[in-house]
Structures are given as C-alpha cells and as structure tokens.
Nanobody, 122 residues
Framework: DVQLVESGGGSVQAGGSLRLSCAAS????????MGWFRQAPGKEREAVAN????????YYADAVLDRFTISQDNAKTTVYLQMNNLKVEDTAMYYC????????????????WGRGTQVTVS
C-alpha cells in the first residue's frame, strides 16, 4: 500500500508563498492520481489540486487557479504544491491524497491519505 507523508506547511502573511511536498512510500504505479485536499475547521474536506501521475495533467479548484501549481518529480514518488499569493481563506489542514484510478477530485475516490500539514495565512 502507498503511504504518504506531507511537509512544507507553516504560517505566512497574506500574499506570501509556501511549497508543500508529499512523498510516497513507493513508485506510484498503483496511484494513478495524486493531489491535495484541504479542510478548515467546521468545513468539509475539499479538493485543491491533483494530477494524473501518468502524464502530469492537472486539475485546480477555482479558488486556487492561477495561484497554486501542482507538479511531480521524475520518479513519480513526490508531488508538490507551490502556493503563491496566499490568502487568509487558504488557511486549512492540507492533506496529500492518492487514488488507484486517474481521478481523485472527490474524497470518496481517495484510497490513501497523508496525515496532513497545517497552513495558516494571516
């Protein structure tokens, strides 16, 4: 099974940047979609960005489009989320996610979850 470990969260001022990383325990042969969800207190977990590991094609939620960029390394074992021009409303716990099929826009489609990394924007 794939294990996911996130890093890179922290506290920044509005307008700042953070880069999140998600390291998989193995080559993502069985993780055809990898990406990020976030959950703020009292709110539902929502998709932020994800990609198909086969070709890197990406999806972005409207709220982060043109500000966040998702990418993966050549070995397809690590996924990154570059977050620029952060806003207060981006504050949430960010979770790495992976699915055995090439779409993971819905939480119920996710097979593997990281433990989360906190992003706080003030």
């Amino acid at each position: 099974d794939v294990q996911l470990v996130e890093s890179g969260g922290g506290s920044v001022q509005a307008g700042g940047s953070l880069r999140l990383s998600c390291a998989a325990s193995e080559y993502t042969y069985n993780a055809h979609c990898m990406g990020w969800f976030r959950q703020a207190p009292g709110k539902e977990r929502e998709a932020v960005a994800n990609l198909k590991t086969a070709d890197g094609s990406a999806y972005y939620a409207d709220a982060v489009l043109d500000r966040f960029t998702i990418s993966q390394d050549n070995a397809k074992t690590t996924v990154y989320l570059q977050m620029n021009n952060l806003k207060v409303e981006d504050t949430a716990m960010y979770y790495c996610a992976a699915a055995r099929w090439p779409r993971c826009i819905e939480a119920e489609w996710v097979n593997y979850w990281g433990r989360g990394t906190q992003v706080t924007v003030s």
